[in-house]
């Protein structure tokens, strides 16, 4: 017998990419029909069962990477993941505290 879930606790699962599709076309379509994008995400997690969160950030993400909303897109997340990327971020922040040190450095000897 399946262990019952909590509303309030996170179940774990992972959707497939065509379940997420899926969902999202799922919420396109409702929205286009009703003229609307009220209520639309909760009319779809019912029939689905999945999430309301988990759709509406597979239909955010969506929605930015079709270029009708401004974001990241999933291809530039995937971008600042590639090795290096953290490398580069770390840095920058060491060149930018020691160009803020040493600035401060030179403000004390001009007070002087």
Not at 94 to 106: D, V, Y
């Amino acid at each position: 017998m399946p262990k019952e879930q909590s509303r309030w606790k996170p179940t774990g699962r992972r959707y497939s990419p065509e379940e997420k599709a899926a969902a999202v076309r799922m919420v396109r379509t409702l929205r286009a029909e009703l003229g609307t994008e009220h209520g639309t995400v909760h009319r779809v997690v019912r029939q689905l069962g999945y999430g309301v969160e988990s759709v509406r950030t597979w239909v955010r993400q969506a929605d930015i990477d079709d270029a009708y909303a401004p974001g990241v897109t999933t291809a530039g997340v995937a971008a600042d993941q590639k090795p290096g990327a953290g490398e580069l971020k770390r840095a920058d922040e060491i060149l930018k505290r020691a160009a803020s040190f040493f600035g401060a450095e030179l403000d004390r000897r001009h007070k002087k």
